[in-house]
């Protein structure tokens, strides 16, 4: 990427910043070159999707970042997530609590199914409270809800998810973060309330 390119990235990120939304960038389709520029420029919270590669640079860069993992949760690598993130986004599985329950330190958003689609990941929305009482019993730190439309979706369909996940939040006070808005739809979803985006490939690509 340029320097035209990284100032105008810069500028996208900060007026996010300025109107209150976090930003989480999502690594995993950058060199290690960039996730450093980035960091030079004063970003902390980097999302990867891939476990060996969380390993891989948890290992090699500053340990003042924030790694969010983003990707789907297996079994047997519950483990090493813990181990070198600080946040899991994308929690839908109540059956790996015990698991997690194991790593004190560790913390998750619950990813939520919001089109309801059989084949996507999340918790379905009529699930949610159950989910949460589980959550609690483990006493496993849960700050808020993660949400990823179908990218396919209209943005009429965008806007009606988006605003049923406002009104979710809305009734959890103790919840902090509502991560929802990729570099698809994060104006929009910035629109309805996000207090987290998930920006990666819109970074490398700005014109």
């Known amino acids: 990427m340029d320097s035209e390119k990284y100032e105008k990235s810069f500028k996208l990120l900060s007026n996010l910043e300025f109107s209150g939304v976090e930003v989480c960038l999502v690594s995993k389709y950058w060199d290690d070159s960039d996730v450093m520029k980035f960091y030079g420029a004063g970003y902390r919270k980097f999302g990867e999707s891939r476990i060996n590669e ?21 079994s047997r690598d519950v483990g090493k997530i813990c181990k070198h993130a600080k946040i899991i986004q994308s929690f839908d599985r109540p059956d790996l609590l015990p698991k997690l329950e194991q790593y004190p330190n560790i913390e998750i958003l619950i990813q939520i199914n919001i089109s309801g689609h059989e084949n996507r ?11 949460i009482e589980k959550i609690e019993m483990h006493e496993i ?8 439309p179908p990218m396919d979706s209209s943005i009429e369909q965008k806007k ?12 959890y006070p103790n919840y902090t973060v509502l991560s929802m808005g990729t570099s698809h739809d994060f104006e929009l979803a910035n629109e309805f309330g996000s207090t987290l985006n998930r920006l990666g490939r819109r970074l490398l690509d700005t014109k």
């Open 141 to 148: 730190k849960c700050n808020g809800f993660m949400v990823h």
């Open 54 to 74: 969380l390993i891989r640079r948890t290992g090699i860069f500053p340990k003042d970042i924030e790694w969010h993992f983003i990707g789907n949760i297996r």
């Open 121 to 131: 990941n999340g918790i379905l929305v009529e699930d949610i409270e159950d989910v």
């Open 160 to 171: 009606q998810w988006f605003k049923q996940m406002q009104l979710i939040f809305s009734k």
